[in-house]
């Protein structure tokens, strides 16, 4: 019934709707001025820059020399395609791989489960406005303050096998930084030391920002400390929870100044970044193997990126 | 020197380059230049320094950073300066981000004449035409011993390096704690062994021992390759051309493991500064290291330090060939100022810088040996005696080899030793099977 009047309209509307949607869009582009186009013109360009020249060239370069055997010396053209060759060596030949593959794994577990969440811990006790709460919040967030490097020299001084304070208390001579089997639990003691601090500050920040009403409203209805915090708090935290996820991710995918600092990620301590650095870096120019581990690290990287973005993607759709 | 010769800067090595910044950077082109800013390396471009387009200055890349050093430099700069007019514009770079950088700044605008060490990375650099011909200055300098003349030497007969300071590795140990337990200088293994032995009934650990930092241990094979195989097997071996897996560099593995009870135990936790400490606090009784090893010590201790090279395994092969790096100058391939900079490296190479380095610097050995050495001490003046006698002189194993092989092959490798030292076999085979894959040219 109302079908006739309506295909009656819309044969009778197309002509105009041209007519107003192109006057329309001419319109919209005459709203703005020259400069407002230079300036949105600059505003996508200088990213889109940024990003193709700092990401996804070097990322593009970096695969492609992972099938070459360049040593860094000498004109482009010179450099000679092996294929997958460097990607066998890595697997078949090279002892420190399979090392640093399990410790980046080792590196996002324990401050996935135990570094994270003591920080998430402290955050909430120091949000209880106990005495001196300044003082251990400062004492807390001070390693996040240091430089890696002066952590990797702190903890040195704390972990020497001959002259370190640790021996020297507990009357024991193990070889903290030494011994392949300890030196790796030191590291992350170390490396969780300060991501509990990092951890514990975005916590405390997100949970000042918690309307008090909520609590209330939860302690009038009867919940107990505990409950009011898994049932109320931390469903309203979840933007703050998912950028500590995402901090502890990116965290133990880029842990490499601690242990380069110790002994540049060698004898227990590989890290991928590590063999990356050593290979490409420095004297040793081992580029074209180097960037075949690089590959390696960026494809991994790439696993948990698109997990995280399928998870965030998915729940935001609901 | 490429060790760290104080606290200082010890401590500057352990910022890494991409947190201390890289100093001098030199633009690469296209794809390459971009793969390395993917890597941490960032490529960028600028000379602090203009060459200069006066005739009477020439530029001088020098890694002489620590402070003492580098004033050393400075006098010898002047020195030049009186004698020829001409001004030198010195550019000192970190010494570890000077080597570690050293392919982009010899690829890029290199300043005309810069530090260097002899050995297969300075032939090396001259194979690849990154380093200038020397050989019309080497007929200027005297006094250059033909030793140094051929550790100067690059593949096609040329010189390609100026010698100028160098240091011997020895045992070093305190004649006080030697005296007070009346030991003697072992000069076969087995007077070593028993030696140690007796050392460690008198509570003493017998040889000091450190490796965190990886090259320490290179040492200690490098002296038994040279004792048990010989210099040319070293050489060779260094060069790709021997086999790991060959007896000869098994039965050296196999000689360290016998004397590895004898080192200082859990050795990869400890840094050499460390192992140097305990020999200092008579905790130890031996070290094998380079003579840097007195700046643990003591001014007043100084005299109480002594050596002695490392004793002979095999009578066929002798005592005499040692690890003595020598450190020197080089001309970039295409100086801006070629005649002023073949003057100064005519006059760092012979006996007036030579005299300026010897007043200046207690803990080096000059090249030069018309040099007046009366300023020496008895240390310096017995390890100049030492290196004169020696029949070869092998620069290290991390000087003698690839880069790429020693720092991700070697290093990895000894540390795997000293933490295992039963799999002899599985070790040599896994660096044969890395060493085919770099050493592919």
């Known amino acids: 019934m109302s079908d006739l009047p309506l295909i009656q309209a819309d044969r009778a509307v197309p002509p105009p709707a041209a007519t107003t949607s192109t006057g329309g869009r001419g319109r919209r582009l005459r709203l703005l001025s020259r400069t407002d186009r230079v300036v949105i013109a600059l505003m996508v360009l200088v990213p889109l820059l940024l990003v193709v020249g700092l990401v996804w060239l070097p990322a593009t370069a970096t695969v492609l020399l992972s099938g070459t055997d360049w040593d860094g010396i000498g004109p482009v053209s010179e450099i000679e395609w092996v294929g997958a060759r460097n990607y066998a060596d890595v697997v078949n030949i090279y002892p420190p791989f399979v090392p640093a593959v399990q410790n980046n794994l080792l590196w996002l577990a324990a401050l996935f489960v135990v570094a994270t969440p003591i920080g998430m811990f402290l955050a909430v ?4 406005e106990i005495r001196g709460s300044r003082f251990y919040q400062t004492a807390l967030y001070l390693p996040v303050v240091l430089s890696l490097a002066l952590i990797g020299f702190i903890w040195q001084l704390i972990y020497s096998r001959d002259q370190g304070l640790l021996n020297a208390v507990l009357g024991t001579s193990v070889d903290w930084y030494g011994d392949p089997d300890v030196n790796i639990w030191a590291v992350l ?12 500050l975005l916590y405390l920040a997100g949970l000042k920002g918690v309307d008090p009403s909520l609590r209330e409203a939860a302690a009038v209805d009867g919940a107990s400390e505990t409950s009011t915090f898994f049932r109320v708090v931390f469903p309203v935290m979840r933007p703050i929870n998912i950028i500590v996820l995402v901090v502890t991710v990116i965290e133990s995918l880029r842990a490499f100044d601690l ?3 110790i002994n540049k990620g060698r004898n227990g301590l590989e890290l991928l970044s590590a063999l990356v650095t050593s290979n490409v870096v420095g004297e040793a120019s081992r580029i074209g193997f180097g960037s075949a581990l690089a590959t390696i690290m960026l494809a991994v990287s790439l696993l948990f990126i698109t997990v ?6 998915r729940e935001d759709k609901r | 020197m490429s060790r760290p010769r104080t606290q200082a800067e010890y401590l500057a090595r352990l910022v890494p380059p991409s947190v201390a910044g890289l100093r001098r950077r030199s633009v690469l082109t296209g794809a390459a230049g971009g793969a390395l800013l993917g890597t941490g390396l960032l490529a960028g471009c600028g000379d602090s320094d203009s060459g200069g387009s006066g005739s009477n200055t020439v530029s001088l890349g020098s890694n002489q950073s620590d402070p003492k050093p580098k004033d050393v430099i400075a006098k010898v700069v002047d020195g030049f300066k009186t004698s020829s007019g001409i001004e030198v514009g010195v550019n000192t770079v970190d010494h570890n981000t000077f080597q570690e950088n050293i392919n982009n700044y010899l690829q890029g605008k290199p300043d005309d004449v810069f530090m260097w060490f002899a050995g297969y990375r300075m032939r090396f650099f001259a194979a690849r035409g990154l380093a200038g011909d020397l050989s019309d200055v080497w007929g200027k300098i005297s006094g250059q011993s ?3 003349k051929k550790a100067s030497t690059g593949d096609d007969g040329k010189q390609y390096f100026v010698p100028s300071t160098y240091y ?18 072992p000069t076969t293994l087995d007077q070593l062994t028993a030696l140690s032995a007796q050392m460690k009934k008198d509570g003493l650990t017998p040889i000091a021992f450190a490796d965190k930092d990886g090259w320490p241990a290179m040492g200690t094979f490098d002296i038994l390759n040279l004792r048990i195989n010989g210099y040319q097997f070293h050489i060779d071996l260094m ?3 021997e086999s790991w897996t060959s007896d000869k560099v098994k039965k050296v593995f196999d000689t360290w493991r016998g004397l590895l009870p004898l080192h200082q135990p859990d050795a990869l936790g400890r840094t050499w500064q460390e192992a140097a400490q305990s020999l200092q606090q008579k905790k130890s009784g031996m070290y094998l290291l380079g003579l840097f090893v007195g700046q643990q010590f003591n001014n007043d201790e100084q005299d109480d330090l002594d050596f002695f090279t490392f004793p002979e395994i095999d009578p066929a092969i002798g005592a005499k060939a040692l690890d003595a790096p020598i450190d020197g100058y080089m001309l970039a391939r295409r100086p801006k100022e070629e005649d002023n900079a073949k003057k100064l490296l005519e006059y760092v190479g012979n006996k007036a810088a030579a005299d300026i380095v010897i007043k200046n610097d207690p803990s080096t050995l000059v090249a030069n040996t018309e040099a007046d050495t009366s300023g020496y001490t008895a240390l310096q003046k017995k390890a100049a005696e030492l290196v004169g006698s020696a029949t070869e002189i092998a620069q290290f194993l991390d000087r003698d080899t690839r880069p790429d092989f020693a720092s991700t092959v070697i290093i990895p490798a000894l540390q795997q030793f000293i933490k295992e030292p039963a799999d002899i076999d599985g070790l040599t085979n896994s660096i044969e099977n890395q060493k085919k894959s770099i050493f592919t040219d």
Not at chain 1, 308 to 313: Q, R
Not at chain 2, 168 to 185: C, H, L
């Open chain 1, 189 to 200: 003691f170390a490396a969780g030391w300060r991501h509990v601090g990092y951890i514990m």
């Open chain 1, 308 to 313: 995280y973005l399928a998870t965030v993607m």
């Open chain 2, 146 to 148: 033909d030793a140094f």
């Open chain 2, 239 to 241: 060069a790709g051309k």
């Open chain 2, 168 to 185: 011997p590795w020895a045992v070093f140990y305190r004649k006080s704690v030697w005296q007070q337990n009346g030991y003697q200088v």
């Open chain 1, 259 to 261: 242990v380069w600092v």
């Open chain 1, 125 to 128: 006790l120091l949000d209880k």
